[in-house]
């Protein structure tokens, strides 16, 4: 079992920054994926971004230019710098792990991000 902790969330007036923090309780070194998912009331949770082992990441569209996803190995901490926030930004964002088994797939329990038009 990973335990994910989540970090960074607030409220922040639109253009505004935060930056995320998921700190691991395991080695985040070789995992196969980690991300962040958000979901807003009443709409299911959707993908932001996630970096896999090599490196390479992948954002949604909506968040393009804004976001940036990020880990450090030594930390065993993945981050998410969003800039120019906009009010649709506004839900709870997880962050998930995905080991190289399949039933390695663990959720933190979400950190509240809220942008104020």
């Known amino acids: 079992q990973v335990q994910l902790v989540e970090s960074g969330g607030g409220l922040v007036q639109a253009g505004g920054s935060l930056r995320l923090s998921c700190a691991a309780s395991?080695?985040?070194?070789?995992?196969?994926?980690m991300g962040w998912y958000r979901q807003a009331p009443g709409n299911q949770r959707e993908l932001v971004a996630t970096?896999?082992?090599?490196?390479?990441?992948n954002y949604a569209d909506s968040v393009k230019g804004r976001f940036t996803i990020s880990r450090d190995n030594a930390k065993n901490t993945v981050y998410l710098q969003m800039n120019s926030l906009k009010p649709e930004d506004t839900a709870v964002y997880y962050c998930?792990?995905?080991?190289?088994?399949?039933?390695?797939?663990?959720w933190g329990q979400g950190t509240q991000v809220t942008v104020s038009s």
């Open positions: 395991a080695s985040i070194f070789s995992v196969r994926r």
């Open positions: 970096i896999i082992s090599g490196g390479s990441t």
């Open positions: 998930r792990y995905q080991g190289l088994l399949l039933y390695e797939n663990y």
